[in-house]
T-cell receptor, first 112, second 117 residues
Framework: GENVEQHPSTLSVQEGDSAVIKCTYS??????FPWYKQELGKGPQLIID?????GEKKDQRIAVTLNKTAKHFSLHITETQPEDSAVYFC???????????FGSGTKLNVKP | GAGVSQSPSNKVTEKGKDVELRCDPI?????LYWYRQSLGQGLEFLIY????????KSGLPSDRFSAERTGGSVSTLTIQRTQQEDSAVYLC???????????????FGSGTRLTVV
């Protein structure tokens, strides 16, 4: 089965700095890679996703990059704000309603 | 509805009792998933329903766990003879079909926090 590893487990940055979270996956058939943000007491919320036919996707301050050859993908948050503080999860799947395999999460703390 | 609804939001039960957790997916979403999140941990897949296909039960940790989805909509996760290690947040998610049969990202509910005492 798929194995998704996520690093770092915790990340502390100063407001305005950039944050990068990295994930690797093992199943070369995985073709869909979403990222979720989970705030305390809430369910995870999809913030950005990427499919294997593109290498990069950007949405305002958030971007995701994918390297299929190396089987790794990363989340980049620029100009971080205190409200970006949360736990972020990466995931991988074969798409088409297959189950997602989640990373273990990164707790991001943005210090004002 | 506007989002995935789960009930109850919190459940405290005595060890050995059975519990039922409910999930109302977004209307029109054909796929429904259950995950478990232990304190400070990642998301552990439990079971997945897609339309009328047989569910993927490969993540259920023991035969004390079961789930059903009636009429392609509401789902119930049942845990029999609960143990303390069952304490966790149980998350439900649903997703829809995009063009060309591709799935979309999940929409999660807020979860049911189960505490077994």
């Amino acid at each position: 089965g798929e194995n998704v590893e996520q690093h770092p487990s915790t990340l502390s940055v100063q407001e305005g700095d950039s944050a990068v979270i990295k994930c690797t996956y093992s199943d070369s058939a995985s073709n869909y890679f979403p990222w979720y943000k989970q705030e305390l007491g809430k369910g995870p919320q999809l913030i950005i996703d990427i499919r294997s036919n593109v290498g990069e996707k950007k949405d305002q301050r958030i971007a995701v990059t994918l390297n299929k050859t190396a089987k790794h993908f990363s989340l980049h948050i620029t100009e971080t704000q205190p409200e970006d503080s949360a736990v972020y999860f990466c995931a991988a799947s074969r798409g088409n309603f297959n189950k997602f395999y989640f990373g273990s999460g990164t707790k991001l703390n943005v210090k004002p | 509805g506007a989002g995935v609804s789960q009930s109850p939001s919190n459940k405290v039960t005595e060890k050995g009792k059975d519990v039922e957790l409910r999930c109302d997916p977004i209307s029109g979403h054909t796929a429904l998933y259950w995950y478990r999140q232990s304190l400070g941990q990642g998301l552990e897949f439990l079971i997945y329903f897609q339309g009328n296909s047989a569910p993927d039960k490969s993540g259920l940790p023991s035969d004390r766990f079961s789930a059903e989805r009636t009429g392609g909509s509401v789902s119930t996760l049942t845990i029999q003879r609960t143990q303390q290690e069952d304490s966790a947040v149980y998350l439900c998610a649903s997703s829809r079909t995009l063009n060309r049969g591709k799935g979309s990202g999940y929409t999660f509910g807020s979860g049911t926090r189960l505490t077994v005492v």
